[in-house]
């Protein structure tokens, strides 16, 4: 048997190690490295090349949606598992988007994260029951309701990581090595 294998990317050593130990064991997953923030996520995923990447969005530096693009790029083949707190909706549409195929809450059993890990490695999507749940809830809003939400999902992918990075008090220097651009553009 193939065994799927695993790069989990989260910046509470907690967190790492009960996703470690979830998977540990499985007969058809193995965890290949663990990474603290979104820069060595992305070192070690271009090194090991997983299969499945379960990445948190709230990390120091690079965060996971800014990642996403980044390694999808780097390495194609690697499909993409959130693992978050932030249930809202923007935050699920940012990370599809990206490119993510699952999005799990932190607050879900177990046994999520594991039919996560083993839907996305088959090319399938998979979304936690509360995001569902959020997403129909929200798709079914009217749409004198939806005219009123904000501009942001109209930037482009790339507009968004340099809103998000301008947010978070990145100079244009700190932005362009962030995203490999010049601090010009």
Same mark, same amino acid.
């Given at each position: ?14 967190? &790492? ?10 007969? !058809? ?9 979104? /820069? %060595? ?9 997983? !299969?499945?990447?379960?990445? !948190? ?26 693992? @978050?707190?932030?249930?809202?909706? =923007?935050? =699920? ?13 932190k607050t879900a059993p177990i046994t999520d994260l594991i039919e ?11 979304? @936690?029951?509360?995001?569902?749940? /959020? ?5 079914? &809003? ?13 930037? %482009?992918?790339?507009?968004?990581? =340099?809103? &998000? ?16 651009? @010049?601090?010009?553009?």
């Amino acid at each position: 048997m193939v065994k799927t294998k695993v790069l989990i990317a989260d910046d509470h050593a907690l967190v &790492r190690e009960g996703a470690r130990q979830a998977l540990h064991g499985l007969p !058809d997953t193995e965890v290949i490295g663990l990474a603290e923030d979104g /820069e %060595s996520a992305l070192r070690l995923a271009q090194q090991h090349r997983p !299969d499945v990447l379960l990445l !948190d969005i709230s990390m120091p530096g690079l965060n996971g949606i800014d990642v996403i693009p980044l390694l999808k790029r780097s390495c194609p083949q690697t499909r993409i598992v959130v693992l @978050s707190i932030h249930q809202k909706e =923007v935050f =699920v549409q940012q990370a599809l988007a990206a490119g993510a195929l699952g999005y799990v809450l932190k607050t879900a059993p177990i046994t999520d994260l594991i039919e996560a890990v083993r839907a996305v490695s088959r090319g399938e999507y998979y979304l @936690s029951a509360r995001i569902r749940a /959020e997403v129909v809830s929200n798709y079914t &809003r009217t749409k004198d309701e939806k005219d009123s939400d904000s501009g942001y999902d109209t930037l %482009s992918e790339r507009e968004q990581q =340099v809103f &998000r990075l301008v947010v978070q008090g990145k100079t244009n220097k700190q932005i362009g090595e962030l995203l490999f651009l @010049s601090p010009r553009t």
